[in-house]
């Protein structure tokens, strides 16, 4: 069985930088897909970035691009997530997640997914 554990969330003021962490317990587990997603207070889960395992392709959501960073360390099983320049509408529980195998949805749908950490909160101060 696969475990997510998140780490990194916290409270920060706009502006401010948080880096956000997820580790995949199975050492033998290998996913194509590894990625983070966000639920907003009150809004739906929402696709925040992903990077797939060979070529390490990454995915960000058109809110997040230039501001956040997605790494991931094949070794270690590990995917990080580096967030600058935050903003209040940042504010949401961060979940890591991973796609096992690639399927015909798109990579940020969040169906593929079949393994999830237990979100980690991040709260952005104006």
């Known amino acids: 069985q696969v475990q997510l554990v998140e780490s990194g969330g916290g409270l920060v003021q706009a502006g401010g930088s948080l880096r956000l962490s997820c580790t995949a317990s199975?050492?033998?587990?290998?996913?194509?897909?590894m990625g983070w997603f966000r639920q907003p207070p009150g809004k739906e889960r929402e696709f925040v970035a992903t990077?797939?395992?060979?070529?390490?392709?990454?995915y960000y959501a058109d809110s997040v691009k230039g501001r956040f960073t997605i790494s991931r360390d094949n070794a270690k099983n590990t995917v990080s997530l580096q967030m600058n320049s935050l903003r209040p509408e940042d504010t949401a529980a961060y979940y890591c997640a991973t796609m096992t195998r690639r399927t015909i949805l798109s990579i940020t749908d969040h169906r593929p997914y079949d393994h999830w950490g237990q979100g980690t909160q991040v709260t952005v101060s104006s």
């Open positions: 990077i797939t395992d060979i070529v390490g392709a990454t």
């Open positions: 199975a050492r033998t587990y290998s996913a194509y897909a």
